[in-house]
């Protein structure tokens, strides 16, 4: 019983680990060297780059947040970093 309770924790750990591997792979070309830096093409990408900040990053294009950071796709501004007390 032991060894089966020790089986079913390793196996839930390693899926863990392969799903926050494929979760923190960069979608965009290069490997994030140096000399082979992330390509950011898009605004997705753009916000990827949280999750590799130990990594090299390359701007390809001008990026357009507009569409984004609209209204109803999950990101709300209501200024409150530029309202004063």
């Known amino acids: 019983m032991k060894t089966m ?5 390793a ?3 390693t899926g863990l680990s392969i799903s926050s591997a494929i979760a923190q792979t960069f979608s965009g070309a290069g490997s994030g060297a140096t000399d ?10 753009l916000d990827q780059v ?3 900040l130990d990594k090299h ?3 390809l294009n001008d990026i ?7 209204p109803g796709n999950g ?3 209501d200024n409150a ?3 004063t007390c």
């Open 5 to 9: 309770k020790s089986f079913f924790l």
């Open 57 to 59: 990053f390359r701007l």
């Open 81 to 83: 970093f530029f309202k």
């Open 36 to 45: 082979d830096p992330y390509v950011i093409t898009t605004p997705a990408q």
């Open 11 to 13: 196996l839930a750990l």
């Open 50 to 52: 949280r999750n590799h």
């Open 75 to 77: 990101y709300e501004n």
């Open 64 to 70: 357009d947040l507009a569409e984004y950071i609209a």
